[in-house]
């Protein structure tokens, strides 16, 4: 299948009006060694009829499980039909970045009402139109830090996403970076007093995330003002945006960037993406921050109209002196969240706590199972980590019933190696975690 | 418009949340009030607001569904809509990146096939997935070729960059802590090779080049660039941002190139949303291969995995595999145009792109006359002598004609530059009337240039005040319902 409208008779008279005897005479610049004789070894074209099997044949080989415990980073939520429909608008999907203002108030306006709303549940005054996702926003707001403080240390929290520890890792190897790491204490909360102790006046950013991988809420408030003393910046990272239903938000608690991760609003796990990074700030960094940036401004006439604005920041100007390199984003991602957003309003509470109930019902049975303990004490959102014996059998007697179980921490914690991070969402029934107690039980 | 937040009416809602079926505990119990928040600040609407809200944006909105978007460098082709349907199988969607293998092996197979399929197409010895859109692929690309350095106990400090390129590539290398040193083109809109020889030194990590460049034009002097560069055993990096020009015609890796970095949203018509999701694959030359991302899909014995032993790996540039749902739709188009389509694709995008050149160049200055590849580059600089008509004044006035307006002032080296890529999806009928247009227009400029630089009339709002949105920045409603 082509898609390409070209009837021969239409081609005879373009190549006659470019005054061309042949197609390949178009490709006279490439040295004559290098001009592809015979065609790429790729499989033969296909109708839309069969590509449409193959791909569901392909499809096919995938798995979905009947229940997922597995959060981790990505979460399994409902996502409302409204969502699904305004992202398939062609007039969204098909655009390109909003270049030409007049003709794309659509997303200029979407986008600006999106970030009012990140900027709100984040408790920050500015936010951008999205970077790539959690991790990569968590790593340019480092490289931001480090080129505003002009200081080259960064301390982060063990308890982060351990991806996200490897991509901020990877920008720090690549910027010239120090990083170290900070342990968490037995409740599960960051380690205070080694926290205090590893921030010096040479400290760029502190790390942190909350909810914790481990599921746990830290006490932002606790250590910002340790943090500031030192001069340094303190970046909040989350991965459960729905969090935010409930939370005190960072920004409310002095943090000057919040980061995180915004799939849980609207977007579909998708094997791993796309999703989209949020990415918050106080005004003080506004002319400094990564990304595209709605903002409002009026027309000849005095209507209000949208624009993509201080793109002095950008690439596209200031190229090597540009904040970031960043240009594509995820823009269509930040739709489906903001309609997200506006579907849930104030409910978005009501659903927060729904995950909370749903993951302490779990914890609390699972608590219950012989051998099973709780390894962390202080207070949880909707995951949590379990210490229990042997979980890779645990994980594979759930997987033989079509569960996905626990993400398996000794991977990343080599102390944790006895203990599974599970997680519970609105989209788990009690009947479903009732089965899965029952699964793990009966041996 | 109104905003979402002026529709908003307390009490009002577009969702129910399910009652919950677990025994209930109570937040405050747990949680220390001083952890909670108090409100949620989000609009209250209804279901059917929301969606006539959005759909009256939608309306504000230009696609390449609704029209020609002949916007240079970016590739806006027509995208299929078998890619979206396919893209959208649960099976693709709904799973975990954390699911185990024995659940994920559609998708795993998938991302093994389509390294394959670029590494063929682009005679790279193998791709990586995982970057989120091409400015991270150029990033990722050049962390490969910095890691490279530090395994040989070497450190480089700079990085060539033609006059040319796009702003993402100094920015990319900035960003790997490399100098950037821009090299010139010369009268023909290539590399000029003199001074790359000046530039080019021990000291040197590589040159970022886009071939075809930015003005649309093939570098004729691949071959002793790709000398000078490996003369001093830097790398040549190939920004692929054009690879739409010669698909199945010629393979940067046989051109002599280290590194490339592809934008699926541009080629492979995986559609760009306003801004992303993309997705930037880098392929690289075998010496490299050890130094790409983490995790690596492999396969053994036909099982497919992840493998995260890769010692000399850059690391992870972001979280999971790349942008996979993207992915899917590339794929499949891949697997329906075959290597012939594919090759035809590049071959009348490059037709395409010199049929308008020839029609508009007798009305607009050519930067370079000579046959470019899939796109080509005017200047407005005639319109402004004669008329004071500039190219954005151009591009405004295409607005009212109801087309998107080629890339503008873009490349920096053409003055009033006006990149026009029009794709090989586009017809000869709408090729011819997108020219009638621009020579309608240039006609009006010397004959009426208030009217063009009135322009548009026709769009919801006019010419909007970018200066004041950069000097009183309102990038959040603070406004009271």
Redesign the interface.
């Known amino acids: 299948?082509?898609?390409?409208?070209?009837t021969p008779e239409?081609?005879r008279?373009?190549?006659e009006?470019?005054?061309?005897r042949s197609?390949d005479?178009?490709?006279?610049?490439?040295?004559e060694k290098?001009?592809?004789k015979s065609?790429?070894?790729?499989?033969?074209?296909?109708s839309?009829q069969d590509?449409?099997a193959?791909?569901?044949g392909?499809?096919?080989?995938?798995?979905?499980?009947s229940i997922?415990l597995?959060g981790?980073?990505?979460y399994?939520h409902y996502i409302?039909a409204?969502v699904g429909?305004?992202?398939?608008?062609?007039?969204?999907?098909?655009?390109?970045?909003?270049?030409?203002?007049?003709?794309?108030?659509?997303?200029l306006?979407?986008i600006?009402?999106y970030?009012?709303?990140i900027?709100?549940?984040t408790g920050m005054?500015?936010?951008n139109?999205?970077m790539?996702?959690?991790?990569?926003a968590m790593a340019e707001a480092v490289?931001l830090a480090a080129k505003t403080l002009n200081r080259t240390k960064i301390v982060v929290v063990r308890s982060i996403?351990p991806?996200?520890r490897?991509?901020v890792?990877?920008?720090a190897?690549?910027?010239?970076y120090e990083v170290v790491e900070i342990p968490y204490e037995k409740s599960g909360r960051l380690n205070r007093d080694a926290l205090l102790q590893a921030v010096d006046d040479r400290t760029a950013a502190v790390l942190i995330q909350s909810p914790n991988f481990f599921g746990i809420?830290e006490?932002i408030?606790s250590i910002e003002s340790d943090v500031h003393a030192k001069g340094a910046l303190l970046v909040s990272g989350f991965t459960e945006a729905t969090s935010?239903?409930?939370?005190?938000?960072a920004g409310?608690m002095g943090a000057d960037f919040v980061v995180g991760?915004g799939q849980a609003f609207g977007n579909?796990?998708?094997?791993?993406?796309?999703y989209l990074g949020i990415f918050a700030s106080t005004d003080k960094f506004?002319?400094k921050i990564p990304g595209?940036?709605?903002?409002?401004?009026?027309?000849?006439?005095g209507?209000r109209?949208?624009?993509l604005?201080?793109?002095?920041r950008?690439?596209?100007?200031?190229?090597?002196?540009?904040t970031?390199?960043?240009?594509?984003?995820?823009?269509?991602?930040a739709?489906a969240a903001a309609?997200y957003?506006?579907?849930?309003?104030?409910?978005?509470?009501?659903?927060a706590?729904?995950n909370?109930?749903?993951a302490?019902?779990l914890k609390e049975n699972l608590s219950g199972l012989k051998g099973w303990e709780l390894v962390f004490s202080a207070?949880i959102y909707n995951e949590f980590v379990m210490r229990c014996p042997d979980p890779k059998t645990v994980?594979q007697k759930l997987?033989d019933e079509g569960v996905?179980g626990g993400?398996e921490l000794g991977k990343e914690y080599p102390e944790l190696k006895e203990c599974l991070l599970f997680c519970a969402t609105?989209m788990l029934?009690?009947d479903d975690?009732d089965r899965v107690v029952s699964i793990i039980m009966g041996s | 418009?109104e905003?979402?937040?002026e529709k908003s009416r307390p009490g009002?809602?577009?969702?129910?949340?399910?009652r919950?079926?677990?025994?209930?505990?109570s937040?405050g119990s747990?949680?220390?009030k001083?952890?909670?928040?108090e409100?949620?600040?989000?609009?209250?609407?209804a279901?059917v607001d929301?969606?006539r809200?959005?759909?009256?944006?939608?309306?504000?909105?230009?696609?390449?569904?609704?029209g020609f978007?002949p916007?240079g460098s970016?590739t806006?082709?027509?995208?299929?809509k078998?890619n979206?349907?396919?893209a959208k199988?649960?099976?693709?969607?709904?799973?975990?990146?954390?699911?185990?293998a024995?659940?994920?092996?559609?998708?795993l197979?998938?991302m093994y096939k389509l390294r394959q399929?670029l590494s063929?197409?682009f005679g790279m010895a193998d791709f990586a997935l995982q970057p989120?859109?091409?400015?991270?692929g150029?990033?990722t690309g050049i962390?490969v070729i910095?890691k490279f350095f530090e395994k040989k106990g070497e450190r480089r400090s700079h990085i060539l960059i033609p006059d040319a390129a796009?702003?993402?590539n100094?920015?990319?290398?900035?960003?790997?802590?490399y100098r950037?040193v821009t090299v010139r083109s010369n009268r023909e809109g290539g590399v000029d090779i003199d001074h790359l020889r000046e530039l080019m030194t021990d000291d040197t990590a590589g040159l970022m080049l886009t071939n075809p460049n930015t003005l649309g034009?093939?570098?004729?002097n691949?071959?002793q660039v790709a000398e000078i560069v490996h003369a001093k055993d830097g790398f040549l990096y190939c920004d692929g941002a054009n690879a739409n020009a010669?698909?199945?015609?010629?393979?940067p890796g046989?051109?002599g190139f280290d590194v490339i970095q592809l934008?699926l949203?541009k080629t492979f018509?995986t559609?760009?949303?306003?801004?992303?999701?993309?997705s930037g694959p880098v392929g690289v030359g075998e010496k490299l291969v050890s130094h790409l991302?983490i995790p690596r899909v492999v396969k053994r014995e036909d099982i497919y995995d992840w493998d995260y032993n890769c010692p000399d790996s850059?690391?992870?540039?972001?979280?999971?595999?790349?942008?996979?749902?993207?992915m899917?739709k590339a794929?499949?188009y891949?697997?329906?145009?075959?290597?012939?389509?594919?090759?035809?694709?590049s071959?009348?995008a490059?037709?395409?792109a010199?049929?308008v050149?020839?029609?508009l160049k007798p009305y607009y200055d050519l930067a370079y006359d000579?046959?470019c590849?899939h796109e080509c580059v005017f200047s407005g600089r005639r319109q402004v002598k004669e008329s004071g008509v500039h190219t954005s004044d151009i591009?405004?006035r295409l607005?009212d004609y109801g087309y998107?307006?080629p890339?503008i002032y873009?490349p920096m080296i053409v003055p009033e530059a006006i990149m026009i890529e029009p794709n090989?999806?586009?017809?000869?009928e709408t090729l011819d009337a997108f020219c009638d247009t621009m020579i309608a227009i240039a006609h009006e400029a010397k004959g009426n240039p208030d009217l063009v630089r009135s322009a548009?009339l026709t769009?919801?709002?006019?010419?909007?005040?970018?200066v004041?949105?950069?000097r009183e920045?309102?990038?959040?409603?603070k406004g009271i319902r």
């Open positions: 299948m082509e898609y390409i409208p070209h239409d081609q008279q373009m190549m009006s470019v005054d061309i197609i005479d178009l490709f006279t610049d490439i040295p290098y001009r592809l065609l790429l070894n790729l499989p033969s074209a296909l839309e590509v449409s193959l791909m569901k392909i499809g096919s080989q995938n798995k979905l499980p997922t597995m981790a980073g990505v399994h409302p409204v429909h305004v992202i398939s608008r062609s007039e969204f999907y098909t655009a390109y970045t909003p270049y030409q203002a007049e003709i794309s108030q659509g997303i306006q979407a600006y009402e970030q009012t709303m900027a709100k549940l005054q500015v936010a139109a999205s790539y996702d959690g991790a990569s490289v996403h991806e996200y490897q991509v890792g990877t920008y190897w690549s910027n010239g809420v006490d408030a935010l239903g409930i939370l005190k938000p409310a991760e579909p796990m998708n094997y791993g993406g796309p506004l002319r595209r940036l709605a903002g409002a401004t009026v027309d000849r006439e209507k109209g949208f624009v604005t201080l793109q002095t950008e690439q596209h100007i200031r190229r090597e002196r540009a970031s390199n960043i240009c594509s984003n995820e823009a269509l991602c739709l309609v957003l506006v579907c849930l309003g104030k409910n978005l509470k009501n659903l706590e729904l909370f109930q749903k302490h019902y207070p994980n997987q996905i993400y609105e029934t009690k975690i | 418009m905003l979402i937040f009002r809602g577009a969702t129910t949340i399910p919950s079926d677990v025994p209930e505990v937040v747990i949680m220390d001083n952890l909670l928040r409100d949620v600040d989000l609009p209250e609407v279901e929301l969606i809200h959005y759909t009256q944006l939608s309306k504000r909105n230009f696609g390449v569904d609704v978007y916007l970016c806006m082709k027509y995208n299929p078998i979206e349907d396919v199988l649960p099976e693709f969607t709904a799973l975990h990146p954390y699911a185990p024995d659940f994920s092996q559609g998708s197979q998938l399929y063929e197409i989120a859109a091409g400015a991270h150029e990033l962390m910095k796009h702003g993402t100094p920015a990319s290398g900035a960003l790997c802590g950037t034009l093939f570098e004729r691949i071959e010669f698909m199945g015609k010629a393979r046989d051109l934008n949203h018509s559609p760009h949303g306003c801004g992303g999701p993309g991302p850059i690391g992870r540039v972001r979280a999971f595999y790349g942008n996979f749902n993207v899917v794929y499949t891949i697997r329906s145009l075959g290597p012939d389509g594919l090759k035809r694709a071959e009348i490059v037709l395409n010199n049929y050149k020839e029609k000579r046959v590849m591009a405004k607005l998107h307006p890339t873009f090989e999806t586009e017809s000869k548009p769009t919801p709002v006019r010419r909007l005040d970018d004041k949105a950069a920045p309102d990038v959040c409603w």
